[in-house]
């Protein structure tokens, strides 16, 4: 039986189609897939599903009646929920208050005590008395209800969360599970998700999985907007591939592979990164001596951390995410405030560099959180396209920008990093993840720095933007600059770096040539030395 069915859905924008005569159909009690790059539809498509978006033409249906939503509440009433990219959490609230957020449940009309509680109240008795003697009631929210409510959704999901725990005190995998649980606790039958693993870590993201197919053994009918095509092969009954805002394909799971579905997206074949020979490296262009980073819970996050990186060299960073990688960076590019220990540029003592001083000494600086550190949603893709280099003298002279200037900076960029626009004067908050991604790669090594710190660089991009990305760095590599490259991706570490270190409760606990194995590397991640202990 059809859960959700598409016909001939078109969503414009002015002269821009975003979605052109879609036509999907989803079984009831299935995953399905929805694949493709950054910017070719999908996000724009499920907005029309939840009523986010109204459509320009073509049909909606539901259980085979034809629907028209007006906003996410008609959906919903529905039983469709989405659980959006970017979550839309209060992190002051706890987690059964966040799923409850507009829809409360009131106790009973409790009587209000009497007003002499009011100063005016308790010089005038007779006054008092007639208040208390009309009891007027007043509605109050029974929080130990909402709780219990919420308490059964966990268990009956097996999502495994507390609560009453604050949000801002959980990890973005457990976020992630708060989002889920809002919808589920609203009894959707039909749960949309828009790039659920983009800020997972790959345990979290399997963990993830799991739950889906849960969900689906309870009858759940589940749609994945995604670009990670293994995790589309681990979880999907079926997958549909959007390109150019219009369908290009689809399949059964069983019946494809990552390579057919990775050039159905992007239309030809995806190259792995070729590293080349042997690395011709030059001298030491950065080197970080015995550093130590304090975080702000007290505990020391990094602890002795020692590295150098050549000139023409690719030094990859690899560890489990939370074990030191986040602060190691942010205290080499000016966020945090080193402990102890000393980086140097060129033999320079940058330690402690304020991030406009970083920039100065040629270090670009890729971050891993786009939005948080890297971009501003609400201006415009030529502002965030010189952030940080708004001094340079291209653009900028006696303190005024050039806007013709900016203008070209930024055309320059989007031509050269193929970052696609619907609007080259809107804000970034219009581009899609991946997009704003290459923004930040296109910016950071156009300033043609001596040195790029690149944390997370591909995180929720596409396989055809990770190539691209990948090409550029290792270009980069090649130009003889010195790249120190963190990831949680073993696999991008393996096929880009020279040398590997690995860090584990904020130490390095090793060190691996270009050409190790994955197994190597990995019982080090955990801790292990091969051959130790």
């Not at 509605?139 to 919420?150: E, F, N, R, T």
């Not at 596409?462 to 130009?479: C, N, P, Q, R, T």
């Not at 393996?494 to 590397?521: C, F, H, Q, W």
């Amino acid at each position: 039986m059809t859960a959700i069915e598409t016909r001939k859905l078109t969503k414009k924008f002015g002269d821009f189609t975003a979605n052109n005569e879609i036509d999907i159909r989803v079984e009831r009690g299935e995953i399905k897939a929805v694949v493709g790059e950054n910017g070719a539809g999908k996000s724009t498509l499920m907005n029309m599903l939840y009523g986010l978006l109204q459509p320009s033409s073509g049909e909606i249906l539901v259980d085979g009646e034809p629907v028209r939503f007006a906003s996410p509440s008609d959906a919903i009433k529905r039983g469709i929920g989405m659980v959006h990219q970017h979550f839309k959490l209060s992190p002051n609230l706890t987690v059964f208050e966040n799923v409850v957020l507009g829809s409360e449940i009131r106790r009973a009309f409790a009587p209000l005590k009497p007003l002499c509680l009011l100063p005016f109240v308790r010089k005038r008795p007779a006054l008092n008395d007639k208040f208390a003697a009309r009891r007027l009631p007043l509605p109050l929210i029974d929080a130990a209800a909402q709780k219990a409510a919420v308490e059964r959704t966990i268990q009956k999901y097996n999502l495994g969360l507390d609560a009453a725990a604050l949000v801002k005190n959980l990890s973005i995998g457990e976020k992630q599970r708060v989002e889920i649980l809002k919808m589920l606790y609203r009894d959707v039958q039909i749960l949309i998700l828009d790039e659920p693993t983009g800020v997972l870590t790959p345990r979290e993201a399997d963990e993830l999985i799991s739950s889906l197919k849960e969900l689906r053994r309870g009858g759940k009918t589940v749609i994945v907007i995604t670009h990670k095509l293994r995790e589309v092969m681990d979880a999907s009954d079926s997958v549909t591939v959007i390109r150019g805002g219009a369908v290009v394909g689809e399949a059964k799971t069983f019946d494809t592979d990552e390579k057919k579905l990775a050039r159905m997206m992007v239309g030809r074949d995806i190259e792995r990164p070729k590293t080349g020979g042997a690395p011709v490296a030059g001298g030491v262009v950065y080197e970080v001596k015995n550093l130590s980073v304090v975080a702000p819970d007290g505990r020391k996050a990094v602890d002795g951390v020692s590295f150098n990186i050549r000139a023409g060299e690719i030094l990859g960073v690899a560890g489990v995410e939370g074990n030191g990688q986040s602060e190691l960076v942010k205290a080499l590019t000016g966020l945090m405030t080193v402990a102890g220990g000393t980086v140097l540029k060129g033999g320079a003592d940058i330690t402690d560099a304020w991030p406009k001083a970083v920039r100065e000494n040629k270090i670009a600086v890729i971050p891993e959180d786009r939005y948080g550190q890297g971009l501003c949603r609400d201006m415009t893709v030529a502002q965030n396209a010189i952030a940080g280099y708004h001094r340079d003298r291209q653009i900028s002279r006696f303190g005024l920008l050039s806007k013709k200037a900016v203008i070209r900076r930024r055309d320059g960029l989007v031509k050269n990093f193929d970052v696609r626009l619907c609007d080259p004067d809107g804000d970034v908050s219009q581009l899609s993840g991946g997009n704003a991604q290459k923004l930040i790669v296109a910016r950071e090594l156009s300033s043609n720095p001596d040195v790029l710190i690149a944390s997370q660089p591909t995180r929720g991009v596409d396989v055809g933007s990770i190539e691209f990305i990948h090409k550029k760095l290792l270009e980069l590599k090649d130009a003889g600059k010195a790249v120190l490259l963190v990831s949680s991706e073993l696999s991008e570490i393996m096929n880009l770096s020279d040398r590997v270190i690995v860090m584990y409760k904020g130490a390095v606990v090793g060190e691996a040539p270009r050409g190790a194995d994955g197994e190597t590397l990995g019982l080090m991640m955990a801790g292990v030395m091969p051959g130790g202990g």
